[in-house]
């Protein structure tokens, strides 16, 4: 699946597999860490993300969260703007 956003090292990423649940959610990957955010709340879920990388996260995510919700809901993805 190809990135959405990739800044600071981080690559942002969403899947659509069968494996994939709910709540909606993003994939965040920084080296060997990874986390999973709920596109509503934007928390962390899962995974092992430092918390610099969770913050950089959730404040990408709040630029974003409409696109991202809509992306989850319609399959279609497209690349959004790094975090600047």
Known sequence: MPAIAIFYGIIIKMFFGQREHNPPHLHAIYGEYEGMFDLRSMNMF???LP???VKLVQEWMALHQA???AMWNSKNIYKLPPLE
């Open 46 to 48: 899962e995974g092992d």
């Open 51 to 53: 918390g610099r990388a």
């Open 67 to 69: 696109d991202l919700l």
